[in-house]
């Protein structure tokens, strides 16, 4: 006889401060890429194309780590440490997220067709370095605070 361990829905964690900031990382990686769509059209392709993958891989990302971490789904997954790549992804997007907005902060006066949309992608990609840097700051503190502090010896 086998027991299963039942998949539950945590709904603590959307109320959490993490959750809400994965929330967030997804509205405003959705807002980037409508934006982005409309403004995109004044030869800088590769910029635009850039900014567009880092808004897509973090929007992706995002609901990825939305869905196991309601579903309950790391207690599962015991061959890899979703906390710490879940870390890394943070600090990795904050940093891409702050080159392509400075990318794209270089594209708004170029032309005038899109202008409005890239301003507004523009600051979509400075809300997502914010809701990307917060998660990693919290998760820098969380990680900070799970070491286990070395014990002084007596004299």
Do not use: H, W
Not at 9 to 14: E, I, K, N, S, W
Not at 79 to 88: D, E, G, L, T, Y
């Amino acid at each position: 006889m086998s027991t299963q361990a039942a998949v539950t829905v945590d709904t603590d964690y959307l109320k959490s401060r993490q959750g809400l900031l994965r929330i967030g990382e997804a509205i405003v990686g959705l807002c980037g890429i409508i934006c982005i769509s409309e403004g995109a059209y004044c030869g800088y392709g590769g910029i635009y194309s850039f900014y567009n993958t880092v808004v897509v891989s973090t929007l992706i990302i995002a609901i990825l780590l939305l869905i196991v971490y309601v579903l309950g789904l790391q207690r599962f997954c015991t061959f890899i440490n979703c906390f710490m790549s879940a870390f890394i992804t943070d600090v990795l997007f904050t940093i891409l997220y702050l080159i392509a907005t400075i990318l794209m902060i270089i594209t708004i006066g170029s032309c005038r067709y899109g202008q409005v949309a890239r301003i507004f992608a523009v600051l979509f990609g400075v809300c997502g370095t914010v809701v990307v840097g917060l998660l990693a700051l919290f998760g820098y503190q969380i990680m900070r605070s799970n070491q286990s502090v070395p014990k002084s010896e007596p004299a």
